[in-house]
């Protein structure tokens, strides 16, 4: 498995089912979202908007793409059908065969730009590690099928064992009947 | 990581919190539930007898548990506190240093004897394939911190790439405060 065989497996659409564990108040959330993902070229110019918005990094950009998500969340018990949707654009930078950099122009815990480092272990798990602040997020992306991909988070504090909260979803591609 | 190090740090009690995902209804069951792990001897009257109930396995009986649990469920309505608990014994069978045999005298999915093959993945995550008769479980379990476990779980049919449902559980540690 390879960066861009992973992005080009998860491009599509999905349908999604999120719980969050906030671990010290041992409180559920579930949200169910769609997500879109598309691989955009590297000439796109939102794409090379965002790599000369950054300092320059060691690696080759390759296979950028664009998320947008849409979600329903149970989270506000004012307001539980509030829906919440944005997207981002995303550019890999390789700078090995299994490790690089993740850009991204707009973070899923805080509304500002992150460097990730990603890794792809030898059981073609994609993992990612971001620093937002005081606490670290780790994710771990899988396919258990062709159409259908688990994705684990860890937010945690970075000075140590201080685990924040845990989430899990499991992605299912919507299939297009009329295809 | 060996599975005699994996299981001696899990030794202990556990707060978990499981989340459960029905992929093809989009429900969603939230569980929690304490657990108790107790490493025993290779001597224990119990192991042996499970033992010699099944036929004979090539590898070496190693590092033996007890794993006892208790919980509260949603997915009753009508009983919305409903508590189940159980236990079980479970005894790793080693075939090379990563790589094994788990006999459970009493299975998770179904109330029967399983036989699991494990694996320890080059990251130290714990892996767990079980046929229950039309379906195999696959579970991973990793630690997040020394007192922090998760574990994820998907059920699928035997034959293909029917996915039947998926779990996601964050398990912290009870620390005893008295010392």
Known sequence: MTIESFLL?????????????????????????????????????????????????T????????????????????????VSSGECILIPIKQSESNGLLIRSVGYAESEQAISKYKLLNDDTFTLSTEYGQSVAEERIWFISPNVRCRSSVLKTIS????????????????????
């Open 9 to 57: 497996k998860s491009e599509g659409e999905w349908k999604s089912m999120r719980s969050g564990h906030s671990l010290a108040f041992q409180q559920f959330e579930e949200v169910i979202s769609q997500i879109k993902i598309t691989i955009l070229k590297l000439t796109n110019s939102k794409v090379s908007a965002l790599l000369s918005s950054i300092p320059l990094q």
């Open 160 to 179: 140590g064992n201080g685990i924040l909260q845990t989430s899990f979803s499991s992605e299912v591609r919507k299939l297009d009947l009329n295809g």
């Open 59 to 82: 690696g080759i950009p390759t296979t950028p793409f664009r998320m947008a998500w849409n979600a329903e969340s149970d989270w506000e018990p004012d307001d539980p059908n509030q």
